[in-house]
C-alpha cells in the first residue's frame, strides 16, 4: 500500500483507488495528475478539438490516476475514471482524446476505466477491508496470531468466516468480534489470500491461502511507514 494521504473525487474514484492499492504490483499512485498545458494546447491546435476552458480561460487538465507498478510490461499507467454514461457525450471523447495523445507521445499506456470494469462484489470486498488494515505497532501481534487461526481453519474448512471468528471469541473467551477484527487485518495485510471476486461473506475458511511470505510483507509494510 502506498501508505499517504489520497484525495479523491467521487466514489468511481474510491472504488478504482481500492483496486490499485490492493494490487501487490502497484508501488505508488498519484491522483489528479496535472498535464502539461503548454502540450495540450498543441494537442488539440493539432488535433482541432477546442481545449478545455472555463470564463475564456484555459484550463489545467488532469488524470485522475498516474499509477507505478513492478510489471515490466505496464511500469507506469495513466488512467482516467468516467461514468459509462459520461463516455456517449461527443465533448467529453474530445478531450479524453486530447489526455490519450498527451500520454501515448510520452510512451505511457492510457487507459478509460468505467463502472462497467469494476465487479461490485470486488468493491464491497475492497470497502470492507480497507479499514482493517492494521498501524505498524499492531503489526507484530496481528503477524503472531496468524498461526493459531491457520491451525484452526485446517481444523474447521467448512465454516464461513463470521462462523469461525464466533466460534474463535468463543473458545478463547474474547469479546465478541475480536476475532472477527483480526481475520479482517489478516486479510486486509494479505496474510491470508482469497478469490477478491468472491463476497467474503459467503467464503469458507478452507478457502483462505496462507501467504507463502510473511517475512516479506512485514518488511514491506515497514519501509512504508
Known sequence: QTQRTHHLLSDLELAAFFLFDWNPAVTDIREQYPLKIDETIEIAEQAGIRHPEVGGQVQIMSTDFLVDTTNPHHPRMAIQVKSFSDISKQRTLEILEIERRYWNKKNIKWFLLTEKQIPRTVIKNLEWLYPAQVIFGELED????????????????????????????????????????????????????????????????????????????????????
Do not use: C
Not at 469479546?175 to 459467503?202: V, Y
Open 142 to 225: 496481528t503477524l503472531t496470531s496468524a498461526p493459531l487461526y491457520l491451525n484452526f481453519f485446517l481444523e474447521h474448512p467448512k465454516l464461513q468466516i463470521s462462523q469461525a471468528a464466533m466460534m474463535l471469541d468463543q473458545a478463547y473467551s474474547l469479546p465478541t468480534g475480536e476475532s472477527l477484527q483480526k481475520i479482517r487485518s489478516l486479510l486486509a495485510l494479505r496474510i491470508f489470500l482469497f478469490n477478491i471476486r468472491k463476497p467474503w461473506t459467503t467464503l469458507t475458511v478452507g478457502e483462505l491461502q496462507p501467504s507463502s511470505d510473511i517475512n516479506s510483507l512485514r518488511d514491506r509494510y515497514a519501509a512504508n511507514q
